[in-house]
């Protein structure tokens, strides 16, 4: 039930853009999106609940497409700060209250 | 400050030797979860808790025990701690049962 993500790693420069994707098998209720940098705890970004909305976080955005079981990430402008792993949660519609992780997308922003 | 917290952040033991790693919220939240992080495999589930006394089997519970006898604690328990269980653990928490999770600092655990 893990969902997929991709790419795996991606390196960019300041002010480039950006998008991951997390892709899942099952019918889902929501997708998490999540930030990890090196030596810290995963730091929430946003939810998405299945209706097919899209939410903004300053520069990094994000849409769900629930009839394809996909969701996108998308950083525009990418700053330093952007830096670290993002990883998508899913959870199912008929799943309990188990939140599946992808495996995440390394993200490098050099100057 | 709101947060969760774990203790201890950093473990060596050995095979066998029962283990607890302690996590404790101060928001009050119902659900908690325990998450283990592997390189190349993301978080995975071990085990989640819906409320005092309430819990459940995530993706990967073989191997370890939790208990929630109280609202703000959620140990995790190797009580035969193997090799394969060398990991950084997260704890974490939500206010809603399938909301946004609040993690704790992670436990790095070796198991030699």
């Known amino acids: 039930q893990q969902p997929v993500q991709s790419p795996q790693a991606v390196i960019l420069r300041e002010g480039e853009d950006a998008v991951i994707n997390c892709s899942s098998s099952?019918?889902?209720?929501?997708v998490h999106w999540y930030r990890q940098k090196h030596g810290e705890a995963p730091v929430f970004l946003m939810i998405l609940l299945k209706g097919g909305e899209q939410k903004g976080h300053e520069k990094i955005s994000a849409s769900f497409n629930e009839k394809k079981q996909q969701s996108s990430l998308y950083l525009t402008a990418s700053q330093l700060s952007y830096s670290g792993t993002y990883f998508c949660?899913?959870?199912?519609?008929?799943?309990?209250?188990?939140?599946?992780f992808g495996t995440g997308t390394r993200l490098t922003v050099i100057p | 400050e709101a947060q969760v917290t774990q203790n201890p952040r950093y473990l060596i033991t050995v095979t066998g030797k029962k283990l607890t790693v302690t996590c404790s919220q101060n928001m009050n939240h119902e659900y908690m979860s325990w998450y283990r992080q592997d390189p190349g495999l993301g978080l995975r589930q071990i085990y989640y808790?819906?409320?005092?006394?309430?819990?459940d089997k995530g993706d990967v519970p073989e191997g370890y025990k939790v208990s929630r006898k109280e609202k703000r604690n959620f140990p995790l328990i190797l009580e035969s701690p193997s090799p394969n269980q060398t990991s950084l653990y997260f704890c974490a928490s939500s206010g809603t049962r399938r909301g946004e999770q609040y993690f704790g600092p992670g436990t790095r655990l070796t198991v030699t």
């Open positions: 099952k019918a889902l209720y929501s």
């Open positions: 808790s819906m409320n005092v006394e309430v819990t």
């Open positions: 949660g899913t959870v199912s519609v008929t799943g309990a209250n188990n939140l599946f």
